[in-house]
């Protein structure tokens, strides 16, 4: 249940506070959507009657109910009196606002009755590529607090796991910027690899759009074709263009793959005796620049066969990683070298270990070089079973912590994702562990709209896009 007591600015409006509680908003205009069916369709109509939340206030129930077959909801209220008031909100972006604070289909209990029903209203907007989501709220006629159920949504794009958590991270999409959360920089090029292997792996194509506007909104930000001061930031982006082009043709999107690659090469030297700088300012060498520096370059030697220039960067790049001890001894992979050293130093992060797996396996491919992937299936074997990086068999960060804001949250996934290939490369040797983490975080990490919070073991905290895509990435390397 969500009773409101505290100020809350939702679409721009202030919502009057009475006696320490929040009062209902007055109804504003709220455009109506169409899809299969126009919005204000009578609740007797529908298709199917599910109802996944609802909410309790002075005795009254207040429920969602979903028609699945037509994505459309209503909302009732039982138990109460005449003067009592039900009605719908509408969100576009996970519940973070919801439109014009508009009280849809407000219904107001008759004279002699004790419930209530609302009209019917779309949960998305098919036209406009709004990925929505439904809440039921209600009061009482005599007192001013609200209660709300939580926000849920249809089944329409959220058909088995995988499917479900794409669409959740598609509420989290910014059509203006093409990016996820407004703004969001290399963890946007995480959750666009993410995306675009959920379209693989499920057959969903709905959000594939959101390639082309990612990659025409931002193609000219920063440094250009999705470079910047960060070596590895353009390590992502570069390998999210090659799915891209994997995926649907364009050689546009393997040009920038070639042009980010091209840029990481521009910070190699000799300083440690080779490797790429973490950064243009040349302060650090860390290993997750450097395994990505492997992959993106093997990646396009498996596409670029009529040169030999990517094929003989991924190899000198894993020459020099296997030197400088990040890959310690028991086959563990942590964070960097020491500038003064040029020796490892610090400890274990998930995404340095998922990162070389891919890179590796990548690498393989490229070479034939099979001692590449032995080396991938060790590190598989070791980072699965090591203690520090996991807790009762559940992947957790060294030091994770209970925000799905930042970087941190988005480790995990890139984790997923190179398990994933190298469960594929070697038959399925991973497959038991990929269920059982995918089984955790679905049972005991996700809330009623698919989304999924940082912690696989639960319990579930508020999530965002990192969050997000990490779960996706897992959820596409168990399917």
């Known amino acids: 249940m969500s009773v409101f007591r505290g100020r809350i600015l939702a679409a721009g409006t202030v919502v009057a506070v009475a006696a320490g509680v929040l009062v209902a908003p007055s109804p504003a205009a709220a455009a109506t959507v169409c899809n299969r069916f126009c919005d204000g369709r009578d609740a007797a109509q529908a298709g199917g009657d599910r109802t996944p939340v609802r909410s309790t206030l002075y005795g009254r129930t207040f429920t969602l109910h979903v028609d699945d077959a037509n994505s459309m ?12 008031e039900t009605w719908l909100d509408r969100s576009f972006d996970g519940g973070r606002t919801w439109a014009g604070n508009s009280r849809l289909g407000n ?41 709300c159920t939580a926000w849920a949504r249809s089944t329409w794009n959220a058909a088995g796991r995988s499917r479900a958590a794409a669409t959740a991270m598609m509420m989290r999409y910014d059509q203006n910027t093409g990016l996820f959360d407004g703004n969001a920089w290399w963890t946007s090029a995480n959750a ?64 920038t793959a070639r042009a980010d690659a091209d840029h990481m090469h521009a910070y190699w030297d000799g300083t440690c005796g080779g490797g ?71 400890g274990p992060l998930t995404y340095n270990s998922g ?45 994770e912590g209970d925000s799905c804001q930042g970087d941190q949250p988005s ?12 469960n594929r490369a070697t038959g399925g040797a991973y497959n038991a562990y990929l269920q059982r983490q995918a089984t955790s975080a679905y049972t005991t990490n996700r809330n009623a709209l698919d989304e999924y919070g940082i912690h696989w073991a639960g319990p579930f905290v508020p999530s965002a896009h990192a969050c997000q895509h990490a779960a996706l990435d897992l959820l596409n390397a168990a399917s």
């Open 73 to 84: 909801g209503w909302a009732t209220i039982e138990g109460g009196k005449a003067g009592d």
């Open 192 to 255: 666009m690899s993410a995306l675009i292997e959920n379209i693989r792996v499920s057959g969903m194509d709905s959000y594939r759009y959101a390639i082309a506007t990612t990659y025409d909104k931002q193609v000219n930000s920063r440094q250009g074709q999705f470079r910047n001061e960060y070596i590895d930031d353009t390590g992502w982006w570069g390998l999210a263009w090659i799915a891209a082009y994997d995926l649907t043709g364009d050689s546009r999107y393997l040009d």
């Open 107 to 147: 219904t107001v209990v008759p004279a002699g009755a004790t419930s209530g029903r609302s009209p019917m209203y779309n949960v998305d907007d098919w036209a406009n590529r709004g990925v929505g989501a439904l809440r039921a709220c209600g009061k009482a006629g005599d007192r001013p607090e609200v209660a």
């Open 411 to 422: 480790w995990k996934g890139a984790y997923a994702r190179g398990l994933g290939v190298l």
């Open 276 to 346: 790429v700088w973490w950064k243009t300012d040349r302060s650090s060498k860390v290993a997750i620049a450097n395994s990505l520096y492997i992959q993106l370059n093997a990646e396009l030697a498996q596409r670029l066969t009529g040169t030999t220039v990517y094929r003989d960067r991924a190899r000198a790049g894993w020459s020099w990683f296997a030197g400088t001890g990040m890959l310690t001894s028991a086959n563990i992979v942590i964070d960097r070298i020491s500038p003064d050293t040029c020796r490892a130093t610090s």
């Open 355 to 399: 990162v070389l797996m891919n890179a590796l396996v990548q690498l393989n491919r490229a070479t034939g070089d099979a001692g590449a992937l032995t080396v991938a299936r060790r590190v598989g074997d070791a980072s699965t079973t090591h203690s520090a990086l996991n807790s009762g068999g559940i992947l957790r960060e060294p030091g």
